[in-house]
């Protein structure tokens, strides 16, 4: 990894540093997709916060307010579109400047007595001078898992999806459960499918808005679907040959498990 995390920056400070800008949800790159590099002191980096350095580079995060403009030389774009189009590290770097932002503009009062918080100057915090209450960066960790019954693959559509797009059941990990117990609870809540053979896949960060989604597969072990209104639109079975026509793509963790499926299947995606 190129990306060292840091609290306060070296000094002296280069003249120029990386900045990971944002407008409400948006990002904001150049009109090459890129990152842009800025001017220690630009005004674009009022407020900005301090994120550590990649590779030599200072990097700050700073999210624009509707009255600055946009310069002409850049693009305001959906962080989930970038997926894939900006190399992983850079992409993983923009998801952690979203997720620090956050959680600093949902953390400036202390939650205990209200006193107006301050960043720490030793550590990713931000912490209370009355009381001392000290909070972190949010982390909510989530399950993904792909349930094969057979040769079939258990899919779903949420409410909330892009028209047509089924994907594999997911789910939030409610309080004093462990991450097996989440994957069996969540798919049969979902589908009313109960599973075995829960096994660790892989993970991913998703800072929307902030996310950790842990991957699973798990096989079939009883039951017919019968699927949550309130969670999901619609579940099914579905074969290699006879996927949804749309599925997460290629960046997500979602499509990996699929992918994984399709592979033990014999089908190249």
């Excluded at 997911?170 to 499918?193: D, H, K, S, W, Y």
Aim: proline share 8%; aromatic share 8%.
């Amino acid at each position: 990894m190129n990306f060292y995390p840091a609290i306060q920056p070296e000094l002296p400070t280069p003249p120029e540093v990386r900045a990971f800008l944002f407008r409400n949800g948006n990002g904001i790159l150049t009109l090459a997709r890129l990152i842009p590099v800025l001017s220690v002191d630009s005004p674009l980096l009022k407020n900005a916060v301090y994120l550590g350095t990649y590779g030599t580079e200072p990097c700050y995060a700073a999210r624009l307010d509707q009255n600055t403009d946009v310069p002409a030389a850049y693009e305001i774009s959906d962080i989930r579109s970038l997926h894939g189009e900006i190399e992983g590290e850079l992409y993983s770097l923009i998801g952690y400047a979203s997720q620090i932002l956050t959680w600093r503009e949902n953390h400036q009062f202390c939650s205990r007595c209200g006193t107006k918080a301050e960043p720490s100057e030793k550590e990713r915090a931000m912490i209370c001078p009355t009381c001392g209450l000290q909070n972190y960066p949010r982390i909510s960790p989530s399950m993904i898992v792909a349930v094969t019954r057979g040769n079939e693959l258990l899919m779903a559509r949420g409410h909330h999806f892009p028209e047509g797009l089924y994907s594999v059941v997911a789910g939030f990990v409610e309080p004093g459960e462990n991450l097996e117990q989440c994957v069996a609870r969540e798919v049969m809540e979902e589908t009313g499918i109960e599973i075995k053979n829960i096994r660790y896949h892989s993970s991913q960060p998703w800072p929307f808005p902030h996310s950790l989604m842990i991957g699973f597969t798990a096989d079939y072990a009883g039951g017919e679907i019968r699927i949550d209104p309130e969670e999901i639109e619609d579940a099914g079975w579905y074969t290699a040959e006879n996927l949804p026509d749309k599925i997460p793509s290629k960046s997500t963790i979602a499509r990996a498990l699929i992918d994984d499926y399709l592979n033990r299947t014999g089908v190249t995606s």
